[in-house]
């Protein structure tokens, strides 16, 4: 799956989440169930709910006892997101395992996945910049417009290099490593504030 491919996934379900525009609301999918594309969408979905989230929490009036909740709903969130790259990470280290390394191949900063999460990641931001982009005053809308133009530059650039990495892994020019996150916050056994309870 090429990477304009994902992008436009990622947008179609940025699209759908904002026609109920609810943090609530049920992810529902139009892929069919244990696909790629439905991991995809998942991950998507994931990535802008808690993007709302973070946005809910933001307002200085917020009470304090709903802020601790959406605090709690966020780190879960991550979580989930994490694990969803993974599982995205997994899929490519299937596909490339067999994959010889040429000599001198190299390794690369980043996993396919997590340059993927900043693809969903972009989504999310030409969509709301889009509507930033025809709101309010011409200064609001001009400087709006002109980070627009930037974050689709950087779709055209984050597009080719995904899809320049994928090429690199698959031909043996680049070698694919996966390091687990090992996060510890939400770990009753490796948080100190957790487990010394």
Known sequence: MKATEMYDLFAKQVSEYHKTDSVDAPMSTPCADGTFEALLWEKSWVDTVQWHLEDLIRPDDVDPVYALQLKRRIDASNQHRTNLVERIDDHYMAEFVQVTP??????????????????????????????????????????????????????????????????????????????????MYNDPSLNPELYKK
């Open 102 to 183: 040429q000599p001198g191949a190299r390794l690369n900063t980043e996993t396919p996945a997590w340059a993927i999460d900043r693809l969903s990641i972009l989504a999310l931001k030409v969509y709301h910049f889009n509507i930033e982009a025809h709101r309010g005053d011409e200064a609001h809308r001009t400087k709006c417009q002109q980070k627009l133009d930037i974050l689709l530059t950087q779709r055209a650039d984050l597009t080719a290099a995904i899809d320049q990495l994928l090429d690199d892994l698959a031909a043996g020019r680049r070698i694919m490593r996966l390091y687990r996150q090992m996060k």
